[in-house]
Nanobody, 127 residues
């Protein structure tokens, strides 16, 4: 019923940029709370960024401290896609990045609150 597909990952040198995209079908990025998680080798899965749906406060965003000021989450309602613009990338950003959706407008930091997950896209940042 719902499908999320990430793309845009790859290999980039430190200081470079990438934009991740998440194509969503079967659900609206406008009404769902949407977000990005990542999991690095040997680390727990962590929230990267999230934004609320229109039922809560459209345009409200959250960023993890580690990425604040470098990453930007956004959505295109017409295309039903979610994006993560990543600038000034660091080797510490290396991880598999997952697009997530929550069928409620309010956003949550915990992974358990998101019922729809993409398969992930690998981001590798070299020194």
């Amino acid at each position: 019923q719902v499908q999320l597909g990430e793309s845009g990952g790859g290999l980039v040198q430190a200081g470079g940029s990438l934009r991740l995209s998440c194509a969503v079908s079967g659900r609206s990025v406008d009404t769902n709370a949407m977000g990005w998680f990542r999991q690095a080798p040997g680390k727990e899965r962590e929230i990267v960024a999230a934004m609320s749906g229109v039922g809560y406060l459209g345009g409200m965003t959250y960023y993890a401290d580690d990425v604040k000021g470098r990453f930007t989450i956004s959505r295109d309602n017409a295309k039903n896609q979610l994006y993560l613009q990543m600038n000034s990338l660091k080797p510490e950003d290396t991880a598999v990045y997952y697009c997530v959706a929550r069928p409620v407008s309010s956003m949550m930091a915990g992974a358990q609150y998101y019922d729809a997950w993409g398969q992930g896209t690998q981001v590798t940042v070299s020194p």
